[in-house]
Antibody, heavy 121, light 110 residues
């Protein structure tokens, strides 16, 4: 059974960089046809796609966040990571990592439990 | 980033049928179809259907999805108390080269 687990600081100061990792177990992050993504959800609000990465390092980013986002992959650790720079209170959210099916169809099938990141001094 | 449009809330009675809608455009829903996610308070989203009407293993047949043009729909029959949740649609947008989500519909089972 595939499992994803987010990890990282729950509190980040304004203007700093938010850093999270997602560890994948039960399957190889290098499997074909899968992208691995980050999605966030501000308290009481809807889902927002942040970006996705293939094991080769190919990435897609949300245009509205692209200037501040970096997603990377470490196949040796079966892990992928998110960095979001220059954070503000508006970046306070539950951050989820998820597996994305791509190719002839596109959807997120497995999700992590999510981790709340609060931006505050 | 332009998202998909969902009604904020829908209320239906126990054992009734609810139909939730998700409207996009020819670059997303009209092109690649939509997937549907269910999210209970405090829990991560769970995939209900993909490629318009395929259900993952373990998802009840009471959930069925369809698409007409740029609008996707999720129909839930025989509503149960546990169906009360937030429902999100999602699609790949070929013009944005990324995923888009709807704002979510809060389903209340009366």
């Amino acid at each position: 059974q595939l499992q994803l687990q987010e990890s990282g600081p729950g509190l980040v100061e304004p203007s700093e960089t938010l850093s999270l990792a997602c560890t994948v177990s039960g399957d190889s992050i290098s499997s074909y046809s899968y992208y691995w993504g980050w999605i966030r959800q501000p308290p009481g609000k809807g889902l927002e796609w942040i970006g996705s990465i293939y094991y080769s390092g190919s990435t897609y980013y949300n245009p509205s966040l692209k200037s501040r986002v970096t997603i990377s992959v470490d196949t040796s650790k079966n892990q992928f990571s998110l960095k979001l720079s220059s954070v503000t209170a508006a970046d306070t959210a539950v951050y989820y990592c998820a597996r994305a099916i791509t190719g002839t169809t596109y959807y997120f099938d497995y999700w992590g439990q999510g981790t709340l990141v609060t931006v505050s001094s | 980033q332009a998202g998909l449009t969902q009604p904020p809330s829908v209320s239906k009675g126990l054992r009734q049928t609810a139909t939730l809608t998700c409207t996009g455009n020819s670059s997303n829903v009209g092109n690649q179809g939509a997937s549907w996610l269910q999210q209970h308070q405090g829990h991560p989203p769970k995939l209900l259907s993909y490629r318009n009407n395929n259900r993952p293993s373990g998802i009840s047949e009471r959930f069925s999805a369809s698409r007409s043009g740029n609008t996707a729909s999720l129909t839930i029959t025989g509503l149960q108390p546990e169906d009360e949740a937030d429902y999100y649609c999602s699609a790949w947008d070929s013009s944005l080269t990324g995923w888009v989500f709807g704002g979510g519909t809060k389903l209340t089972v009366l």
